[in-house]
């Protein structure tokens, strides 16, 4: 039986339609031979939604994206657009699309392909094979808390003010996702926070730990102070499956987990939202990087990140973890063939472009399915 999922396609700028380009390729293999059925509707998005719009995401495109299954976006912004007002940058379009759709939850994956595992700055046999998720909140904690600001005392001193705030709710919506993850993977779940000093911690510890044996119990739970977590990401990152954490600590372990794959232009990620009276989740999928306009127009970038995004969104949004893991089969053998954008190129090995870097991987996708 075919089956038929809406996607709102949104490339952005700079090297965002290049990379995206790549995707639209495996979407038309897979309706050919896997019997997969996208009706894609693409918007304009940042700068090229302010240059044909005067503003970064129109109503339409919001309504669009909206109505999908899910949302596939390449990336904002550039140096044209740098001088626009604040409210109506590039990367206003974005905060607004992920505010409207509420994505609540962040994934990224640190994956480390065998044959790149020496891009790593760390040694290969810490980091070859490596395979970790780190779930971020995204929506609460210090960044959103009130009261926030800058306000000055009698004495004549300033004082920078902002809250680390959770409720229930909020850590147990996130945890939930981190859990539903872990069951399709390891089973495994440590839960990141700073119990030992901040109220806030001691909430989100104790809501992961009766969330988890509530409904939750085949999930092995265990908890690490987001210190000692980012000490032991570069120690022996891994011994993790799945690490959920609240904003700011995701947002330095998140990055520093990225490191330890050694390469932008490899990085996917996912920001899920919360699931429907249908069942269904508001999702957008995106590489790590940004625009990269230094590359961009030259065929030069890597779109494996978009790529493996796109995988993301076959198994987490449409339960096509099968297709998704011969999408990623297929880029393991390319890159294990020793083809490379510039960005991951290496010693002996053959630099190919953006195009040609997809073609490798068709040829790749077709003789797998075989
Ligand atoms: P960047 O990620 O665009 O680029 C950093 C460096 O990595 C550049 O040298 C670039 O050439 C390289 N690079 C990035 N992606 C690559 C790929 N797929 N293949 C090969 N090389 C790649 O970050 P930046 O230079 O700090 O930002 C450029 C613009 O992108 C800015 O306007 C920034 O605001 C925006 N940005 C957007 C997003 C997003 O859309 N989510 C994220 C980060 C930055």
């Excluded at 339609?17 to 997969?36: C, F, K, N, Y």
């Excluded at 409720?167 to 390891?186: N, P, Y």
């Excluded at 901040?198 to 908890?223: K, P, Q, Y």
Aim: glycine content about 10%.
């Amino acid at each position: 039986m075919t089956r038929h999922f809406k996607i709102s396609v949104l490339p952005g700028d700079g090297i965002g339609p290049e990379v995206v380009r790549q995707v639209h390729r495996i979407t038309d293999w897979l309706a050919g031979s896997r019997g997969l059925e996208f009706e894609i509707k693409e918007g304009l998005v940042g700068g090229a939604s302010i240059d044909r719009h005067g503003v970064p995401l129109t109503d339409e495109t919001l309504a669009d994206a909206m109505a999908a299954d899910a949302v596939l976006l390449g990336a904002v912004g550039g140096p044209k657009w740098d001088a626009v007002d604040f409210a109506v940058r590039p990367e206003a379009g974005l905060l607004r699309l992920r505010k409207e759709m509420g994505l609540f939850a962040n994934l990224r994956p640190a994956l480390v392909f065998p044959s790149l595992a020496d891009a790593s700055p760390l040694k290969r046999d810490i980091v070859e094979g490596l395979d970790i998720m780190i779930v971020r909140e995204l929506t609460g904690g210090v960044y959103f808390g009130e009261p926030r600001g800058i306000e000055t005392l009698p004495d004549g001193q300033r004082r920078g003010v902002n809250t680390q705030v959770y409720t229930t709710s909020e850590i147990r919506r996130v945890a939930a996702v981190a859990f539903d993850l872990a069951r399709r993977r390891q089973k495994r779940v440590c839960s990141v926070d700073k119990a030992n000093v901040m109220e806030s911690g001691r909430l989100w510890r104790e809501e992961v730990t009766a969330l988890r044996n509530e409904s939750f119990e085949d999930i092995e739970l265990s908890h690490m102070y987001a210190d000692n977590c980012a000490m032991q990401l570069i120690r022996n990152p891994k011994q993790f499956d799945v690490i959920v954490t609240d904003n700011l600590f995701g947002d330095m372990l998140s990055d520093e987990a990225a490191m330890l794959t050694g390469s932008l232009g490899m990085l996917p990620s996912a920001s899920l939202g919360a699931v429907d009276e249908k069942g269904k989740r508001k999702a957008l999928y995106e590489p790590v990087h940004g625009s990269a306009p230094d590359i961009a127009g030259k065929e030069l970038a890597n779109p494996i990140a978009t790529l493996l995004s796109f995988a993301m969104m076959l198994r987490y949004s449409f339960d096509e973890g099968e297709t998704a893991g011969l999408i990623e089969a297929a880029i393991q053998k390319v890159l294990a063939g020793g083809i490379r954008t510039t960005d991951i190129m290496a010693k002996g090995m053959a630099r190919v472009s953006t195009g040609v870097m997809g073609d490798s991987i068709l040829r790749e996708l077709g003789k797998l399915s075989r």
